[in-house]
Nanobody
Framework: QVQLVESGGGLVQTGGSLRLSCAAS????????MGWFRQAPGKERESVAT????????YYADSVKGRFTISRDNAKNTVYLQMNSLKPEDTAVYYC???????????WGQGTQVTVSS
């Protein structure tokens, strides 16, 4: 079993930055593909960014390309999401997730709220 705990959310003005962290415990972190997802009120959950086991492969949603950066530190069992140039439409609950493949995430955190004011 894997436990994931997100942190770093909060309230920020348009154009500001936040760094989300997700600490993992319970299973070998480096064996997991990790991803960040978000869900805004009234909308479906969407993938924001994913990162491979060694950190060498990353994918981003078109809406965040050039503004968000996903990274991981396998020595610290942590995955990060650096969010720059934030927009009101980035407002959502952000979740980190881990899984054996890019298509199947078995472990989810509890989520952290990100609110971007205009």
């Amino acid at each position: 079993q894997v436990q994931l705990v997100e942190s770093g959310g909060g309230l920020v003005q348009t154009g500001g930055s936040l760094r989300l962290s997700c600490a993992a415990s319970g299973r070998t972190f480096s064996s997991l593909v990790m991803g960040w997802f978000r869900q805004a009120p009234g909308k479906e959950r969407e993938s924001v960014a994913t990162i491979g086991r060694s950190g060498g492969i990353t994918y981003y949603a078109d809406s965040v390309k050039g503004r968000f950066t996903i990274s991981r530190d396998n020595a610290k069992n942590t995955v990060y999401l650096q969010m720059n140039s934030l927009k009101p439409e980035d407002t959502a609950v952000y979740y980190c997730a881990g899984g054996s493949t890019y298509l199947k995430y078995d472990y989810w955190g509890q989520g952290t709220q990100v609110t971007v004011s205009s």
